[in-house]
């Protein structure tokens, strides 16, 4: 079964961080890619850019309405995923918790439905 790794940050609180440490995590990232690759269980991943430069989409009445940034203010944002395929949801929490980032905010493991062409 696939399941999408859910990495959440704060930029607060990665900003109070020393060069070191952020280099520790990016470092830790490497090592767990090269890890699931290994294992065959890496399926893909991304990480995203700052939620400042994102647009939220809404279509009211049939109308599109863009605006600028996320839909809600918050202190966490999407930062990234990985989706990992593995046996077990016990497994992909075990592959979650070896994310740097679960010492820092959380990561939220999600099973992905499959479903006709739309699967992975």
């Given at each position: 079964m696939k399941y999408l790794l859910i990495i959440?940050?704060?930029?607060?609180?990665?900003?109070?961080l020393s060069e070191a440490e952020r280099d520790a995590i990016f470092g830790a990232h490497d090592e767990f890619q090269k890890l699931v690759k290994e294992t065959g269980e890496l399926v893909g991943f991304a990480a995203l850019a700052d939620p400042s430069t994102s647009k939220t989409v809404r279509v009211r009445?049939?109308?599109?309405?863009?605006?600028d940034g996320p839909y809600i203010e918050a202190k966490e944002f999407l930062a990234g995923y990985y989706v990992v395929e593995c046996e077990?949801?016990?497994?992909?929490?075990?592959?979650?918790?070896?994310?740097?980032?679960?010492?820092l905010t959380a990561i939220?493991?999600?099973?992905?439905?499959?479903?006709?062409?739309?699967?992975m």
């Open positions: 959440y940050m704060n930029p607060t609180l990665f900003e109070t009445d049939e109308a599109p309405a863009v605006t077990s949801p016990e497994r992909a929490a075990e592959l979650g918790a070896m994310l740097p980032d679960a010492k939220e493991v999600r099973a992905i439905m499959e479903s006709g062409g739309m699967e």
